[in-house]
């Protein structure tokens, strides 16, 4: 339920904590990551002065940085490439979509009736809880050793392969290009348009072009992937999607403040209008960037990989 936003200098720690999930192991990990997150969220909402309650946050966001790319090197070390790591995939991009939606929201009527202190409160439990889960659902994690490489799966990997392209290439590049529409559409904003018109209609096309991409995206980054390096390559997705979330705000705000400042002194709302209208403008060009780059990623993903990462995987 803690905003993301006050934890945006700790990104740089996905990388790491999806490499400790390889080398300490996932439950292991995992089970660290949300005893540390509950234990300093109850620390933060007992905080009797402001050093110790920014002290618990940035733990907190320590442990979120942790435990965001574990959660996928489950997933993509549980679930074999096939029909059902996409269905796991999915659910994965719904839940982490839903569930901070949901946080701010809910975040707002504890905050409300009880106090700021129960948006850390509210955390005890709910990780108390998944740690119990963890602990009943997720077995004990195999050493290096003992576990055991399944031979090639040529036919399957065939399958596999030329179904992820067919997802990809319909998904992401329909993905962005919806995107696109609709950034291009709200790149049209004047100080007179309506709110189902000029807003609603647009945002939609926004939100039904970014929600469908997520899935396919998050397939090609982890298809082929050894499992010794799994946590590793689920760090770098989450860094670079947080990271690039920060960088593309600051762009796009920079570009609305810039083109705000002067023309409209008389009438600050239409200035405020020009600008968002040319950030709007300056991101549907980036999504239609990303609909032509993104053609490029079945190849790059499997460029090699019968010979490479799945011969590895398979010796």
Same mark, same amino acid.
């Given at each position: ?51 110790? %309650? #920014? =002290? ?6 320590? @442990? $979120? !940085?942790? /435990? +965001?790319?574990?959660? *996928?090197?489950? &997933? ?38 009880l ?37 090639p799966d ?9 179904? %992820? #392209? =067919? ?6 590049? @329909? $993905? !962005?290009? /919806? +995107?696109?529409?609709? *950034?291009?559409? &709200? ?20 939100t ?74 300056v991101?549907?060009?980036? !999504? ?11 190849a ?16």
């Amino acid at each position: 339920m803690s905003h993301e936003r006050d934890h945006d200098h700790l990104r740089g720690f996905l990388l790491l904590g999806g490499r400790l999930a390889d080398v300490l192991g996932r439950r292991r990990t995992l089970l660290f990551a949300l005893a540390l997150l509950t234990a300093v969220s109850l620390a933060g909402g007992f905080a009797p002065d402001r050093t110790s %309650l #920014v =002290t618990a946050r940035a733990v907190q966001g320590l @442990g $979120g !940085a942790v /435990l +965001s790319p574990v959660t *996928l090197t489950l &997933l993509t070390t549980t679930f074999p490439e096939g029909p059902r790591r996409t269905r796991a995939m999915g659910v994965w991009s719904g839940v982490a979509g839903t569930g901070a939606a949901a946080g701010s929201v809910l975040g707002g009527v504890l905050t409300g009736p009880l106090g700021w202190r129960w948006i850390l409160f509210v955390n005890g439990p709910i990780g108390a809880g998944a740690l119990v889960a963890a602990l009943a659902i997720l077995g004990k994690d195999a050493s290096r050793k003992s576990e055991r490489r399944p031979g090639p799966d040529v036919t399957g990997a065939i399958l596999v392969t030329a179904g %992820l #392209v =067919t997802i990809v290439y319909g998904l992401l590049v @329909g $993905g !962005a290009l /919806l +995107s696109a529409a609709g *950034l291009a559409w &709200l790149s049209r904003l004047t100080g007179d348009g309506t709110f189902w018109r000029t807003l609603f209609v647009p945002g939609m096309l926004v939100t039904l072009g970014v929600g469908p991409a997520m899935t396919p995206l998050a397939l090609a980054a982890t298809s082929g992937v050894p499992r010794e390096d799994a946590g590793l390559d689920s760090g770098v997705l989450n860094s670079t999607r947080q990271i690039g979330a920060c960088i593309g705000l600051a762009v796009l705000s920079t570009v609305a403040a810039t083109c705000a400042v002067t023309p409209h002194v008389a009438a600050p709302s239409r200035a405020f209008t020009s600008g968002y209208a040319l950030a709007f403008g300056v991101a549907a060009a980036f !999504a239609l960037v990303a609909a032509v780059t993104s053609l490029a990623v079945p190849a790059l993903s499997h460029s090699g990989e019968p010979s490479g990462r799945r011969h590895h995987q398979g010796e």
